[in-house]
């Protein structure tokens, strides 16, 4: 690859008005779709794929591109200012962003959010271009026992996820590996944890827990509060020095940026590891190596500039797998690679011998697309930034739709929506109740990979594998991680005590207990290979979980739970649950009209007239959008 | 009166003959009845067992494109109906009203599906009305860089010899099986290698051989690293003199198992509607299909998005499907033991 190509492959990129316009126009829908809780990359791509059909390879794939390389970018603006992520890797922003919105800070939040996602995507796809003559040799590195290697490191970071309470961090991530058990096992084809429903045999899609798991619990408190944060300090929330003091920020900690911007790159390389882990993987490496672990989870920058910068730059990293072997770097790259396979575009070998220019352009477009992303959003920060400010409440009913909506079109169903609401009851107990909730998408992320590839790498190699060379740097790696966590946390036990657990804690221990020992009993009765990873995940938490339970009946405030709960939480409570019910009986178009034009006269007091038009041109949209993207069973 | 000029005369005639030529058509439009009538002015929903992207949604779609050049009063609209490895799809499409208006495509791994019954399947291809298949997927069976050197020979001289799959209970993993078992091979099968994954496991040298469709692994073959060691099934494009599983048969049992999958790899991209369909709409469905798959305008689509095009007719494809779907009870149960289920 020359630089005569790249160069060529750039201006003919840049002087086509057609190449530009789509560019815009995927630029635009990606930042959106990220910026609205609960559409996040894959969903992106699912809806555009049918619509590219028919483009040129070229055009179809610059649009493409385009537009999953910035929907993180997008995704940062809720994390930051309703806590809600806007897509899953943005989950691991949500800890520090939304602490730092909470604490006044939203400006200097996204202002540090967009310049290192920028940062992250320019590394990636520089990493894209670098590697690219090289990579036949680097990816074949990497097998079955590294990978087997590097999700326990993953697993590892649930660790420094937990904070002071890692027990419970454990637990929680020991339920996310269960629930990536659900499916059909690879090993040995049962199925498991299916109960006959075939909508369970593909697994529980990551996209709907996360949506269910961390968004609808943030959304029902974000009603219930009424309003989410007020400035409490420091500057204007989104005045220009703000945003000019985030940027600052990134520049400060240019080294954690880049060093994130690489990992995020690598970790994206490896398939199988995907977004979702690499940022929490980064999340994991700024709490080791931040000045002030103390402040980590209450609004340190570090935590913000960390994984905004892993989960942009994973997407070049994730390109060089799907563009030179074909073999997808992540879930949002296999639907990717789906719709490159529906636009007649090459992929694998042919495609890096034979079509530079392809290769090139895409290169341009991903660096392109994360500036212009990040631009966008800079100029537009001051006016984003007080939306944590002002009450949302009467939007609630399309933000909710949307996630819901979400979660039933990553899991193809609207049996979905029955496991959403599970989920996100779990979820919201446990915010509540202030249990970690970030080792739950570790787990489920990590949980396939950790499983098959430990099987792979016993099948081919035996229990010797972990004696490759380069397993052998692998572990060294994790060691020093280890050692480094345990320095970094053996300074974070001066914190105080635990407090007294209350009743919602009595409550979340005896329902984590009841999830793992139903769990341990279906498992089993599995066969010995199949129940090895649920059994053993099940009885940890099982055990955590009744430790937490006696903990509470000893000390515990056993009275507080003859208080009843306070009137606006049951009646807010009861209008989601009218939506909801209208949606899951009568669907997202005439539910969802219904439902929504009641709840904004009756609840929000809007006008019946304007009730009307508002929920039913977003049912329409959103009925238009089903009939003609997805069908559901 | 002047006598008409020749050249008038001329004119005269050939109106009159077009007249009589409009009556006769108009005659026997009225005689026997449009065939396609069902179709005309209505919606074709043509159901994909699959999430959108990725080769069966494509396929669908492009052939879609060509119904509907050869149906120009019919919307022809594509569904994706994903999960559970095709079989909510193809319970779906079992499931909707025999009318004509709809038909869907789903894998072959149905097949295997419903020989070992497995649970979920809602659906009997015996009984479903066959339009046809878009394409021939011969299997092959490919060795990496690292297997050992000497063809199937060197092959079975190996124990254990590596082959990467998709998963137990996968097509993928199940035609592995029934091949070492047709042609004498020790071989351990690992699960995890769905895809392209095998494609690299077979590049970094950990998996020794794998069994997949030409079509995937052609690149593969082509480029250098993959060495093509026999063929179930015949293509145009597989290269001239290429070995076939047959010619290696150990006994009638082994020949029975390789002209499974040989019929199987003549159903490629399979085109059906739900079972009841009324014979004369199936004809006619049967029809535009042919037309559909046959327009130059189609190929040339297909040959730009490297959709490799060689059909199958409907009725032929249904004596395949119910040559595949009288298995023999002792082959039966071997399938359902090579696809992890209970042997009894």
């Known amino acids: 690859m020359d630089a005569g190509t790249a160069v060529s492959a750039l201006l003919a990129l840049l002087s086509s008005p057609r190449l530009l316009g789509l560019m815009t126009l995927a630029i635009a829908t990606g930042v959106a779709l990220g910026i609205v809780p609960g559409l996040g990359g894959k969903i992106a791509l699912s809806l555009a794929i049918p619509f590219v059909f028919g483009m040129e390879p070229l055009e179809g794939a610059v649009f493409l591109v385009a537009l999953h390389a910035v929907v993180h970018t997008g995704g940062a603006v809720p994390a930051i200012l309703l806590g809600v992520p806007g897509t899953g890797p943005n989950v691991a922003t949500v800890a520090d962003g939304h602490a730092m919105a909470q604490n006044g800070e939203a400006g200097r939040a996204l202002g540090a959010a967009l310049l290192s996602s920028a940062v992250g995507g320019l590394i990636g796809a520089l990493a894209l271009a670098l590697t690219l003559p090289l990579l036949a040799q680097l990816s074949l590195l990497l097998g079955p026992p590294e990978f087997f290697l590097l999700s326990i490191l993953g697993l590892t970071t649930i660790a420094a996820l937990s904070g002071n309470h890692l027990g419970k961090g454990i637990a929680v991530g020991a339920f996310g590996l269960l629930l990536a058990c659900v499916g059909h096992d690879p090993l040995t084809g049962e199925a498991r944890f299916v109960f006959g429903q075939l909508w369970l045999w593909d697994g529980v899609d990551i996209a709907l827990a996360v949506l269910a798991f961390y968004a609808l619990p943030e959304l029902l408190d974000l009603t219930l509060e009424g309003k989410v944060s007020r400035t409490a300090r420091g500057t204007g929330p989104g005045s220009v020095s703000a945003i000019a003091e985030g940027i600052r920020d990134v520049l400060r900690r240019r080294w954690l940026t880049l060093r994130c911007a690489c990992l995020g790159t690598g970790l994206g390389a490896i398939p199988g590891v995907g977004g979702d882990a690499a940022a929490w993987i980064c999340y994991g490496h700024a709490v080791q190596s931040t000045a002030s672990p103390e402040t980590m989870g209450r609004g340190n920058v570090d935590g913000v500039i960390g994984p905004e910068a892993a989960n942009n730059a994973k997407e070049g990293g994730a390109l060089i797998p799907t563009l030179a072997f074909a073999v997808p770097g992540s879930s949002g790259m296999a639907i990717l690679l789906g719709g490159f396979v529906m636009l007649g575009v090459p992929v694998g070998p042919q495609l890096i011998a034979g079509e530079t220019d392809l290769v090139w352009s895409l290169v341009w477009v991903l660096a392109l697309a994360n500036l212009a992303a990040a631009a966008l959003l800079l100029w537009s920060a001051p006016a984003l930034a007080r939306i944590a400010h002002i009450p949302i409440a009467p939007a609630m009913p399309f933000i909710l739709q949307l996630t819901l909506l979400g979660g039933v079109i990553s899991a193809g169903t609207f049996w979905a929506l029955p496991l959403m609401i599970a989920l996100a009851g779990l979820g919201w107990l446990l915010k509540r109740t202030g249990w970690p909730r970030q080792p739950f998408v570790v787990g489920l992320v990590l949980g396939q990979l950790t499983e098959i590839s430990l099987h792979q790498s016993l099948l081919i190699w035996g229990p010797a594998f972990v004696l490759r060379p380069q397993s052998l740097v692998l572990l060294a790696l994790l060691a020093v991680g280890l050692v480094l966590y345990l320095r970094v946390s053996t300074r974070r036990r001066a914190s105080p005590e635990a407090p007294v657990p209350a009743v919602s804690e009595g409550l979340a221990a005896l329902l984590s207990l009841t999830v793992f020992s139903v769990a341990l009993f279906f498992a089993l009765g599995f066969s010995a290979t199949a129940s090895l990873l649920p059994a053993l995940v099940a009885s940890l938490g099982g055990a955590i979980a009744l430790y937490q339970l006696m903990r509470f009946l000893r000390q515990g405030d056993i009275h507080g739970a003859l208080r009843p709960p306070t009137v606006t939480a049951s009646s807010e409570v009861v209008w989601w649950a009218l939506m909801i019910t209208a949606i899951g009986a009568f669907g997202f178009g005439w539910g969802g009209f219904l439902a929504t034009a009641f709840v904004l006269a009756f609840r929000f007091q809007v006008t019946l007239l304007r009730s009307l038009t508002l929920s039913g041109g977003f049912a329409l949209l959103l009925s238009l959008l089903l009939t003609r993207a997805i069908s559901l069973g | ?344």
């Open chain 2, 1 to 344: 009166m002047t006598p008409l000029r020749p050249a008038r005369r001329g004119v005269l005639w050939c109106a009159a003959l077009c007249v009589a030529l409009v009556a006769t058509a108009a005659g026997k439009a009225l005689a026997e009845p449009d065939p396609l009538a069902f179709l005309r002015g209505e919606r074709l929903t043509y159901i994909v067992a699959t999430k959108p992207g990725g080769g069966y949604d494509a396929y669908a779609r492009l052939i879609a494109e060509a119904l509907e050049r050869q149906l120009p009063d019919t919307e022809v609209i594509v569904q994706n109906v994903p999960g559970a490895g095709h079989i909510v799809g193809t319970n779906r499409l079992a499931a909707a009203v025999p009318d004509g208006l709809t038909i869907g495509m789903f894998n072959t791994g149905l097949f295997y599906a419903q020989l070992i019954e497995r649970e979920g399947v809602a659906f009997d291809l015996a009984e479903m009305g066959w339009l046809g298949a878009a394409a021939v997927e011969p299997r092959v069976m490919i060795a990496g860089p690292s297997a050992p050197k000497g063809g199937l020979a060197a092959l079975r001289a190996t124990e254990r010899v590596i082959f990467g799959t998709k998963g137990v209970g996968t097509a993928s993993s199940a035609e592995a099986l029934l091949l070492a078992k047709a042609l004498d091979l020790d071989i351990v099968t690992v699960p995890g290698y769905g895809g392209d994954r095998a494609n690299l496991g077979l590049r970094r040298g950990e998996l020794a051989a794998t069994v997949g469709s030409w079509s995937s692994w052609r690149g593969f073959v082509e480029e250098g690293p993959g060495t093509l060691l026999l063929a179930i099934g015949t293509s145009a494009s597989l290269p001239e003199g290429t070995p076939q599983a047959a010619e290696f048969t150990q006994d009638a049992e082994g020949e029975a198992l390789v002209a499974l999958i040989q019929r199987l790899s003549r159903l490629g991209r399979l085109t059906a509607a739900p079972p009841g369909l009324p014979p004369e709409r199936l004809d006619a469905l049967r029809q535009v299909w042919q037309a559909a798959l046959t327009d130059p305008a189609f190929l040339a689509r297909a040959e730009e998005l490297r959709l490799p095009i060689e059909p199958t007719p409907g009725a032929e494809v249904a004596a395949l499907a119910r040559a595949i779907l009288a298995l023999p009870e002792n082959l039966k149960s071997l399938l359902v033991r090579s696809m992890g289920g209970d042997a009894s």
